[in-house]
């Protein structure tokens, strides 16, 4: 079995044909889905496709492009939506210095509020960082200084050497389709080392289509081309590589009852 651990079934390019999206997957050998939400606006949606769907589960979360648009947003609001039985991670949050869609203090105080969220409900925090690995890392140390919190990198796209230190914190580090990619050869490298109980694999649909799927619109059966590819990277039976990321997810989101 396979498990999409980061896909936007609310997003249009999937919303449109949900259902058959999610037939396909399963077709595909996906036994179950982490539906991201990445504002505020999202959280209802996100979690009835959850209640409605018993293999989706969802997240509830700011993504740092929308941080400017919920720079008023209180813990209490995102603590109360984690109590919802469907919902099983936090996110995605972080910091992205690439686009500047939001400004970085408010970036850096919604991160830290969801880090805390997590501390304090055991839920795993799902990180996005893009060109701000520095800040990110800073961030993540001190808070884990503070009190120790589940986690994962989202859509690892980042240094070896970010990698390598996330990885000392304890983190889990996910790959997208981005890693099927012919100029993503650091990338390639970087995945075929990852420690086998901290790898997971995802889509980030509907974006990044892996090979043989690019230009299209990404959907969730689309995990299975990238575990394939990252299982070749490795040198492992894909079915292998599936059981154990898989096996990471369950033993990472914990809330998650299949």
């Not at 509020?113 to 993540?140: K, S």
């Not at 292998?240 to 989101?253: E, K, V």
């Given at each position: 079995?396979?498990?999409?651990?980061?896909?936007?079934?609310?997003?249009?390019?999937?919303?449109?044909?949900?259902?058959?999206?999610?037939?396909?997957?399963?077709?595909?050998?996906?036994?179950?889905f982490?539906?991201?939400?990445?504002?505020?606006?999202?959280?209802?949606?996100?979690?009835?496709?959850?209640?409605?769907?018993?293999?989706?589960?969802?997240?509830?979360?700011?993504?740092?492009?929308?941080?400017?648009?919920?720079?008023?947003?209180?813990?209490?609001?995102?603590?109360?939506?984690?109590?919802?039985?469907?919902?099983?991670g936090?996110?995605?949050?972080?910091?992205?210095?690439?686009?500047?869609h939001?400004?970085?203090?408010?970036?850096?105080r919604?991160?830290?509020?969801?880090?805390?969220?997590?501390?304090?409900?055991?839920?795993?925090?799902?990180?996005?960082?893009?060109?701000?690995?520095?800040?990110?890392?800073q961030?993540?140390?001190?808070?884990?200084?503070?009190?120790?919190?589940?986690?994962?990198?989202?859509?690892?796209t980042?240094?070896?050497?970010?990698?390598?230190?996330?990885?000392?914190?304890?983190?889990?580090?996910?790959?997208?389709?981005?890693v099927?990619?012919?100029?993503?050869?650091?990338?390639?490298?970087?995945?075929?080392?990852?420690?086998?109980d901290?790898?997971?694999?995802?889509?980030?649909?509907?974006?990044?289509?892996?090979?043989?799927?690019?230009?299209?619109p990404?959907?969730?059966?689309?995990?299975?081309?990238?575990?394939?590819?990252?299982?070749?990277?490795?040198?492992?039976?894909?079915?292998?590589?599936?059981?154990?990321?898989?096996?990471?997810?369950?033993?990472?989101?914990?809330?998650?009852?299949?």
């Amino acid at each position: 079995m396979l498990i999409d651990s980061h896909c936007h079934l609310e997003y249009k390019g999937l919303v449109e044909d949900q259902q058959g999206v999610l037939a396909r997957a399963r077709e595909a050998g996906v036994g179950a889905f982490l539906n991201i939400s990445t504002k505020q606006s999202e959280w209802e949606q996100v979690v009835g496709t959850a209640i409605r769907e018993l293999d989706v589960f969802a997240s509830v979360g700011i993504h740092p492009h929308e941080a400017d648009q919920h720079s008023d947003l209180g813990r209490g609001a995102l603590l109360a939506a984690t109590e919802n039985p469907r919902v099983i991670g936090i996110g995605e949050s972080g910091l992205d210095y690439y686009y500047e869609h939001s400004d970085r203090e408010t970036q850096k105080r919604l991160f830290r509020m969801h880090i805390d969220v997590a501390r304090e409900t055991g839920l795993p925090l799902i990180i996005h960082t893009r060109d701000a690995e520095n800040d990110t890392y800073q961030i993540l140390e001190e808070e884990m200084g503070k009190g120790a919190f589940p986690a994962l990198i989202h859509c690892f796209t980042a240094s070896d050497d970010f990698g390598a230190k996330v990885l000392d914190l304890g983190l889990t580090i996910s790959l997208s389709g981005i890693v099927t990619f012919k100029n993503a050869k650091t990338l390639q490298a970087t995945a075929a080392k990852i420690p086998g109980d901290r790898l997971m694999v995802e889509t980030d649909s509907p974006f990044l289509a892996p090979v043989p799927h690019r230009g299209k619109p990404c959907e969730p059966a689309y995990v299975a081309d990238t575990a394939r590819y990252v299982a070749g990277l490795r040198g492992v039976e894909v079915e292998r590589l599936a059981d154990q990321t898989s096996a990471n997810f369950m033993s990472l989101f914990t809330k998650a009852m299949l």
